[in-house]
């Protein structure tokens, strides 16, 4: 009761500069296309002191970053195989195509960066959490995964969860 639900484009909100206190997502930025574009909207909608809270994941190099773990339950699976293989393997399962388009494939050093250059934000709380349960195939196959990234991070970085402030 008393809750306006709106729909609108990240990137773009229709609201004033400075017209809340508080700001939250949870599992989306991951998803955007533009996480640059939604981060700094978010922020400037934000009132000097307040606080914006970002909660996503899995991220894109992580064990279950495409987000089709629930077809395919090969950690890696995007890392380790082309899309018209995953296609297969989920037709044969008698699944529907998987939507590449639907994750941005940012790795964790693109966010950290996003982050890190946000001059209108600091961070209050910031915290990466890890997913090692697969990284015995990145040990026993390393070079399908250097093809791919030269950071460790990227691969094990799951999720990240962060508060920042506006300045």
Known sequence: AGVE????NAEQLAFEDACFDF???Y???EHFS?????????ARVLQPGGLLYLVFGPLYFSPRGLHAYRTITVPYCHVLFPPHVLNGFAESLGQGPINFEAVNGWPVRRFRALFDGCASLEKADYRENRDVSAVELIRRYPSCFRSKTDCFDD??????E???RKR
């Open 162 to 164: 962060a508060v920042f």
């Open 5 to 8: 639900l709106l729909e609108m």
């Open 34 to 42: 533009d996480p640059g574009k939604v981060l700094h909207e978010a």
């Open 155 to 160: 691969l094990v970085v799951s999720s990240i």
């Open 23 to 25: 700001v939250f997502s």
């Open 27 to 29: 599992d989306t930025f």
